[in-house]
Structures are given as C-alpha cells and as structure tokens.
C-alpha cells in the first residue's frame, strides 16, 4: 500500500502539478515581460493565483513523500548513496519494478540507457518507445547530483571522460560528457539493480561484460558507499527472504495446479 501511494504522489507532482506550476510560471514571466499585449489588468493577477496555488501543492507533495519514502523497504540502502535525497529516491523506487527487471540490461533499456548498435537508443518515429521517458530524466538528474556532490560515482565519469577526450577524437565534448555521464548512471544502475533483487529475495546474476566476455574488473557496490553487505546477520535476512519468497512460489505453483 505504502508503494503504491509513493508512485501515485510521485505521478501527481512531475506529471501534473509540476507541470501545471511550470505552465504558469512560464505564462507569469511573459505577461511581466509585456510579450502580451492583449492581456487585460486582472489577468496578471489571476495567473500569479494559480501559479502560487500550484507551487504551495508541490511543496506539500514534496513534504508528503518526503515523510513516506523512508517506509519503503530499499530507501534505507538507496540513500546511504552520496548524491541520493529523498526525491531522487522516490522517483527511482516509483518508477522502476525491480521484479520485472530479471535483467540488469533490461533495467538499463527501461531507464533509457540501452545501446543499440553501438549507439545509445534513440525513439524511431512510428515504433513504441522501449524506455520509461520520465524514468530516463531521473536517473540523468541523479548522475548530475553525482557530478555536483563529488559521489564516488564521479571516477567513473572522469576516467571515462578522459578516455573519450583521448580515442575519440571525433565526438564533440558535448558528446564526450554525456557518453561519460551515461557510463557512471549505468554502473549505478547495476548496484541498485543487484541490491533492490537481492533484498527482496529475487534471483541475480553477472553482469553481461562479466559473464559474457571474461572481463575480470567488477565495481563493487561497496566501492560507491553502499552499505557493506555482512556475512552474518544482513547475509542471513537476505537470504530468508529468497527462500521465503520461493516458498510463497512454490505454493502458488501448486494451488495453480502446475
């Protein structure tokens, strides 16, 4: 139940109220800049009431998943992270199903940093998009705390910086930046995507680069200020979890008849 209201919050601020506050605001600044000449003397005034309204209730959504998203069972885990406040966790564990996501690559497509022949993936016009768009803003906003607060994430985005400035001659550093700051997301990516499965019992397994092409480097979450995963008690929990969660399978399984 918790969850659920977190992601409706989470919807109503960016998808409405936001949204409806940023209208406003943009209209305010137009009729303050005189760019419309046919507007009559109450107009002004009707406007700035709206866009106060709509600022004052994305405060108090702002406050409101503020208070609920330390219920969420991974916010503990997901905000021990330099550069991951409340909202940016709220948004992340709004909108991302970590059941739905067997795959750390899947979760990189849904959150907008797929590669696709070699390139990042890009909508093609007349076929639906394969990543969450909203999704894809939070986790760019998320790399550029990372960037502003100095997170340990940053020598991913440096050393890959200074590689793409040296053998990539051809890309402009608008190009570099972002390719660089899509690397550090997509490590980032990769630890919550192991964390969030491994709390709530769910299957993992390595990295494709790891698993597929022998590579022997692996970042560990740890590295990047996770919580150090024991091998006593928080070992123990994790897995009652998993096994619970496979029992609650298993009986499905068997009322469903299969």
């Known amino acids: ?128 998009l394969h990543f969450n768009k909203r999704l894809k803003v939070a986790v760019y906003l998320v790399a550029g705390s990372f960037l502003k607060c100095n997170s340990p994430y940053r020598a991913i985005y440096d050393s890959a910086r200074e590689y793409y400035a040296a053998n990539r001659l051809d890309w402009t550093k608008g190009h570099q930046h972002y390719a660089a700051l899509r690397k550090m997301a997509k490590v980032f990516l990769a630890h919550l995507w192991e964390r969030w499965r491994m709390l709530e019992g769910l299957p993992t397994r390595s990295l494709y680069v790891h698993e597929k092409l022998g590579h022997n480097h692996r970042y560990s979450a740890e590295e990047f200020g996770w919580p150090q995963i024991a091998d006593g008690k928080q070992r123990t929990e994790v897995n009652e979890r998993a096994e619970s969660r496979e029992r609650t399978n298993v009986s499905e399984r068997a009322n469903n008849g299969e």
């Open 1 to 128: 139940m918790a969850n659920n209201l977190l992601r409706a919050l989470v919807d109503l601020r960016d998808r409405q109220v936001q949204k409806a506050r940023i209208q406003f605001s943009n209209r305010l600044s137009a009729l303050e800049r005189g760019a419309d000449d046919g507007h009559d003397s109450g107009q002004e005034e009707i406007v700035e009431r709206w866009f106060d309204r709509f600022r004052k209730m994305e405060d108090e959504l702002d406050a409101d998943i503020a208070e609920i998203v330390p219920d969420h069972p991974f916010f503990m885990e997901l905000s021990a992270v330099r550069g991951i406040g409340p909202m940016y966790a709220a948004k992340l564990l709004a909108m991302i199903d970590i059941e739905r996501a067997e795959t750390v690559s899947a979760l990189w497509r849904y959150a907008g940093c797929g590669v696709v022949d070699g390139k990042a993936e890009r909508p093609v016009k007349g076929e639906p």
